[in-house]
């Protein structure tokens, strides 16, 4: 099923979309950076900006990387030149008290950066199928900061590198309608 735009959206919203057919060749560190400095000027609660990044885009640490994600996540994210955990700082450092909004605003900083992404023709794909543990472990990530998701980023790459079942879900998600979004508390409407 297509995409259908009820509404005039900014077209990288439109056009951004998870794939998994990432090319191997090199993302430049200009290009790293434009995604984190999106990341940057997201707003936050107390501009405490609790998103954190760890990127990996030597060998030693791609490795390491890539080895706490899911053997589904790793068959086709093993290919992303760069991978990006985003961790989020659970206290406000102003005093130490903890901060109910750091994932909402970590979220929002990992929206920045996918849309840059989408800007600069980059495939940003965010994970969730990885060991938090095994994550901790490898890169030594105080308790202090919850880890939300690895982004495997590069040029998007050829369907057909990917497995057959793979090359089928191959396509921008749909989504639901926004009737179905929208809370009502009455029968007037919200
Ligand atoms: C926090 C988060 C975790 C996700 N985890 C995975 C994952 O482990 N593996 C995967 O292939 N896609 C993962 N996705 C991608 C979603 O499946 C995708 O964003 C969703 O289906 C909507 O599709 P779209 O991004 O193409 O619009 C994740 C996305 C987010 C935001």
Redesign the pocket.
């Known amino acids: 099923m297509a995409r259908v735009f009820d509404y005039n959206i900014l077209p990288e919203i439109k056009e951004r979309?998870?794939a998994?057919a990432i090319e191997g060749t090199e993302v430049s560190d200009e290009e790293i950076m434009t995604l984190l400095e999106a990341a940057r000027y997201a707003p936050s609660c107390f501009n405490e900006q609790p998103w954190r990044f760890i990127v990996a885009k030597d060998k030693g640490a791609l490795d390491k990387m890539r080895g706490v994600l899911t053997p589904s996540?790793r068959v086709w994210a093993n290919n992303a030149p760069v991978l990006i955990l985003i961790g989020s700082k659970k206290t406000f450092s102003r005093n130490s008290k903890e901060n109910y909004w750091h994932m909402f605003d970590a979220g929002t900083a990992w929206g920045y950066l996918s849309l840059q992404a989408q800007k600069l023709g980059l495939v940003a794909?965010?994970?969730?199928?990885f060991s938090i543990s095994e994550a901790r472990k490898a890169f030594n990530i105080p308790e202090d900061l919850d880890i939300m998701?690895i982004v495997a980023v590069g040029k998007y790459g050829r369907k057909e590198s990917l497995n057959e079942e793979l090359q089928k879900r191959e396509q921008?998600?749909v989504r639901m309608e926004i009737s179905e979004l929208i809370i009502k508390t009455d029968k007037e409407g919200a």
């Open positions: 979309w998870s998994r996540n794909h965010a994970m969730g199928g998701t921008p998600d």
